[in-house]
């Protein structure tokens, strides 16, 4: 079976600059999560999707951040413009659960941002 | 508001040894908790999830136990090996289907 696809592996851009990254989940996972994850912390979740609808987006700054997830598979999340502080990696996941619970995670290899 | 800790950030071990992981929350009132294993420049692979009406889970060399009157969680992993070596992070689902994680500890085997 094959796990989570993300890409790119590694970004190197500028502040003010735009970046996107691109998650494919597992077949027929119907939720799929983009984390945000600095180093030494734990993931900080940026938005949930059940199925192509948002279930949670609370901690997504908006103001530069968006995320879609097309028909209800793959996912893109976009900074634009980018800042210092966006530097991390970027950790998609899915989970095969339906309705809201998270059930068992299945992440990526993640997006390793650098913001100069 | 739930809160998820590790202590400590970091543990250094002969190989060989047997070791204890904890994960303490402070809310009870929990769906799950599940245990993961971060790599260097890796993404997360789940280790164990454990409901909330479970007290234990084994895979191998590895048993979670969750004790929710109190909250907290051990990862225990006998006759460690070099391989082994990883960041171990705890993450809770809360009441509210939050997944609330704890910032790791990282854990280096010595051969």
């Known amino acids: 079976e094959a796990g989570v696809a993300q890409s790119p592996r590694y970004k190197i851009i500028e502040k003010r600059q735009s970046v996107a990254f691109w998650c494919n989940p597992i077949s027929g996972h119907a939720t799929l999560y983009w984390y945000q994850q600095i180093l030494g912390q734990g993931p900080k979740l940026l938005i949930q999707f059940q199925n192509n609808g948002v279930v949670d987006d609370s901690q997504l700054p908006k103001d530069r951040f968006s995320a879609e997830r097309l028909k209800g598979v793959d996912s893109t999340l976009k900074i634009q413009p980018a800042k210092l502080e966006d530097s991390a990696v970027y950790l998609c996941a899915s989970s095969q659960s339906s309705a809201s619970r998270a059930g068992e995670l299945f992440f990526g290899e993640g997006s390793r941002l650098t913001v100069l | 508001k739930q809160e998820v800790t590790q202590i400590p950030a970091a543990l250094s071990v002969p190989e060989g040894e047997n070791l204890v992981l904890n994960c303490s929350f402070t809310?009870?009132?929990?769906?799950?908790l599940q245990w993961f294993r971060q790599d260097p420049g890796k993404g997360l692979t789940s280790l164990l999830l454990i409901q909330s009406s479970q007290r234990e889970q084994t895979s191998g060399r590895l048993n979670a136990s969750l004790d929710k009157s109190s909250g907290r969680s051990t990862l225990y992993i006998a006759a460690s090996q070099p391989g082994d070596s990883a960041t171990y992070l705890c993450?809770?689902?809360?009441?509210?289907?939050?997944?609330?994680w704890g910032a790791g500890t990282k854990l280096i085997i010595k051969p």
């Open positions: 993450a809770v689902e809360d009441s509210n289907y939050q997944l609330i």
């Open positions: 809310d009870s009132a929990i769906y799950n």
